[in-house]
C-alpha cells in the first residue's frame, strides 16, 4: 500500500484524500497513506565564464606598417574571463522530514500537492505556477565572415605578401572614405532612404572588419556556465567552493592552478532559541510544516565580495505543526507552501 503512495509522488498531480493525520513516515510500517518531504535548503551557485581563443592575422607583421596598428600580437593565445556569480536556494527533499497524511473515513475530503520529488506545495488549493527561468550559459561562437569574399582581382593575384598587405590596406583606406561619403551625405550614389543608407553602411563596415581582421586577427568567445550545489548543515567560513585561472577557467576547489573564490555562511538568529525539553513533550499531529531561519551568504574572491544576500535558510529554522481542527468537516482550509523552504505562504478557510 505504501508503494502506490510513494508512486504518486513523482506525478506532480494533486491527490485526493480524506483527513489530515500525519505521521512521520517509515518505510514497511506507516499506513496507506500520502508520502510528502520538507525541502531542506540547498545554495546553487551559478558561475558564468567566457573562453577568448585569439588567432593572429595571416598579414599581422604588417599592421603597423601600413595601418598604424602597433604591438598587435603574432601569437595565438586563450584566455578566460569571469562574466558572474549568481546566487539562488532552491529545496530539495529532506530524508529525515518525511511524513505520511492517513486516509480517514470520518474527515472533509482535502487535495494534496506534491513536486514531482514529493515536496509539499499546497492542500485543498493549486500552488501557483513557478516561472521557468530562461535557459542560460550556452556555448555559443560569432561567425567570422571570408575576407576573401571581399577581395578584387588585383589583390587576390598579388605577387608577394607584402603586395598584398599593401592593397588590402588601401581597400581598408577607400572603404572609410565610402563610409564617411555616405554619413556626411556627399557621396556621389546616396540611397534614397534612412534604411538603404543603414544597409550600405552596415555592408560597408563587415567588408572593413572582416579585411582588418588579416591583419589584427580575430577572437572567438566561447561562454559556459557552471554549477555548484551546496547543502550548509551549519555556518561556513571560508569554504573554497571553486577556484578560477585566467589560463584554465573555472576549476574544482581542489585544484590549485587557479585563485581560490569562497564562501561563507552566517546564521542571522532571527528565530529564538527552541525550548528543546517543550519540544520534546510536544505531539506534532497535523500537517507539519517549516519555520526557515535567515543567513548571510557571502561570495569572494581576491578579497573581494563577489555576493553578500540574505536567504532563508530551513537548516537554521525549525518546524512546526498545522493542527488537525483546521482540516475537518466544518472548516474548509486552504494552505500553499513554498516548495524551497516549506514555509507557508498563504492560508485561508471558508
Known sequence: MIKKGILSIGLLTALTIQAQDVNTYTPGTTEEGV???????????????IKKTY????????????????????????????????????????????????LKD?????????????????????????????????????????????????ILLAGSTNKMAELIAREIYNIRESKNSLTRGQADYMPQDGAALKLMLNNLETQEKAMTEMFTGFTEQTEQTFTFNIEPEKEIKDQVVFRFSNKLGVLKEND??????????TNENTLPPANEEEKAKKKMEGVIYNIPGKALVTISKNGKQVISEEVSLTQF??????????????????????????????????
Open 35 to 49: 508520502i510528502y518531504y520538507l525541502p531542506k535548503t540547498q545554495l546553487e551557485i551559478k558561475v558564468t565564464a
Open 55 to 102: 588567432t593572429p592575422g595571416e598579414l599581422c607583421q604588417y599592421a603597423n606598417r601600413y595601418l598604424r596598428l602597433p604591438n598587435v600580437s603574432s601569437q595565438p593565445s586563450e584566455y578566460w574571463e569571469l562574466k558572474s556569480v549568481t546566487l539562488q536556494t532552491i529545496g530539495v527533499p529532506d530524508p529525515q522530514k518525511a511524513y505520511a497524511i492517513k
Open 317 to 350: 529554522g525549525e518546524t512546526e505543526v498545522l493542527v488537525d481542527n483546521l482540516f475537518n468537516k466544518k472548516v474548509n482550509t486552504r494552505v500553499i507552501f513554498n516548495p524551497t523552504t516549506g514555509a507557508i505562504v498563504k492560508i485561508d478557510k471558508d
Open 106 to 154: 470520518k474527515s472533509v475530503a482535502s487535495q494534496v500537492e506534491l513536486t514531482e520529488n514529493g515536496i509539499i506545495k499546497a492542500i485543498n488549493t493549486t500552488a501557483p505556477q513557478e516561472k521557468i527561468a530562461p535557459q542560460t550559459g550556452l556555448s555559443e561562437k560569432s561567425k567570422r565572415v571570408d575576407p576573401r569574399t571581399f577581395m578584387t582581382e588585383e
Open 256 to 265: 590549485l592552478a587557479g585563485e581560490p573564490v569562497y564562501l561563507s555562511v
